[in-house]
């Protein structure tokens, strides 16, 4: 069975297609490129200024979550999840070149037979507790509440989302429009233990769940916990893995926590970078749906991205590759395959943001450049093969 047979057999896409297709005809804001939609300043109507507002959520990862609890009875597995949700929002925003004042608005979808108050609470206080660390690194984030639904007709176990909104200045904007040949690529790490976090990340992030726990995770699993699993789903893409989820890595967390490593973010680091050089940033992606190849819907004009010193793959993306035996090609394209971030910059600037992202004790390089092209290609050279995508 090929890779998309069985992401398309469990219900998932890792380009959405059909999402894209959907919203092709909608307005896409003052600047098309930018990596988040950007909105005139409607509440203060100043046009020097604008309006963002971004929804996401840690997706699937709250179904493991769930297992991880429910086998271990360890509540904090939750606090990380509502981390997922908030930085899959506000690393978006950052590559916009916002880097605050925020509010932050939580959704909670869940099911109250399986899903008790306590469970709500680890989530909610998780959430203040993250906002007060990025508070002390000069991130501010204003928690104004949110919805929390009891709709076990429609949530098997729970969801958890957000919303993320800001007001700032248009000339502090990061649009990708100056992205040009010559520029090069830093990627920033996604695993490692950054100064901000409490032990090693293994670079996860929130997405590539689904796979990650069917191809991984052991078939009792399926039996155990049925509302864990869409009913729909043939049994041979349900839990193929052969790991436990207590079972030991080489990282030094189990399979259970290596996957729930709360996604990285890299607020910190990019209003350190924006500070001192924000007239030689010429992009930021993001690379979370779309892995490696995510900048390809963000290039302003005919442009190719040779990737060819990109950093090392850590240990959770070679198991998840040999537990699937996914085609290397399509793993770039649905994981960040240890690097989430990617700044487009000229050489001396690449330099420094290196040193600012390791004095954060996250590892960063030159990981490839920008060159002319007669469309908008991706080109990655690993240790695994050349992979084009465009």
């Not at 490696?292 to 004009?301: A, E």
């Amino acid at each position: 069975m090929t890779d998309n047979n069985r992401y398309n057999l469990r219900g998932v896409s890792a380009q959405k297609e059909d999402v894209h297709k959907a919203i092709q005809k909608l307005d896409k804001g003052l600047f098309p490129n930018a990596f988040c939609k950007v909105y005139p300043d409607y509440w203060g109507g100043d046009e020097s200024y604008c309006n963002l507002m971004h929804a996401d959520g840690a997706g699937t990862k709250s179904i493991l979550a769930y297992l991880y609890w429910k086998e271990t009875g360890d509540l904090s597995v939750w606090k990380g999840i509502a981390v997922d949700a908030i930085v899959m929002n506000i690393d978006d925003l950052l590559c916009v070149g916002a880097t605050g004042p925020f509010t932050y608005s939580s959704t909670i979808g869940r099911n109250k037979h399986l899903i008790p108050g306590e469970v709500i609470s680890q989530i909610i206080n998780g959430s203040q507790e993250y906002f007060d660390l990025m508070q002390s690194y000069g991130i501010d984030i204003k928690f104004l509440g949110g919805e929390t639904a009891d709709v076990g007709d429609v949530v098997r176990t729970v969801i958890v989302d957000g919303t993320m909104s800001c007001r700032m200045r248009r000339d502090k904007l990061i649009t990708n429009e100056n992205i040009a040949a010559g520029d090069v690529v830093v990627s920033l790490a996604s695993y490692g233990q950054a100064s901000y976090e409490t032990a090693y990340n293994s670079g996860m992030g929130s997405n590539g769940l689904t796979s990650a726990r069917h191809e991984m995770l052991h078939k009792t699993y399926a039996q155990k916990y049925p509302e864990s699993v869409d009913p729909n789903l043939p049994d041979e893409v349900v839990y193929n893995g052969k790991y436990f989820l207590t079972d030991a890595t080489e990282t030094g967390l189990d399979v259970g926590k290596m996957i729930l490593s709360p996604t990285r973010t890299y607020a910190p680091v990019v209003l350190s970078i924006l500070q001192k050089h924000f007239n030689n940033i010429h992009g930021i992606i993001h690379c979370s749906g779309g892995g490696q190849s995510k900048i390809l819907h963000y290039l302003p004009k005919p442009l190719r991205v040779v990737k060819n010193n990109l950093l090392p793959v850590p240990p959770l993306f070679t198991m998840i590759q040999a537990a699937a035996q996914t085609d290397w090609k399509e793993m770039y394209q649905v994981f960040n395959m240890g690097q989430r971030l990617e700044i487009y910059t000229d050489k001396d600037t690449a330099a420094d943001i290196v040193s600012i992202a390791r004095s954060f004790q996250i590892d960063a390089q030159i990981s490839g450049h920008v060159e002319a092209a007669e469309k908008k290609e991706i080109i990655i050279e690993s240790s695994y093969g050349q992979f084009v995508y465009g």
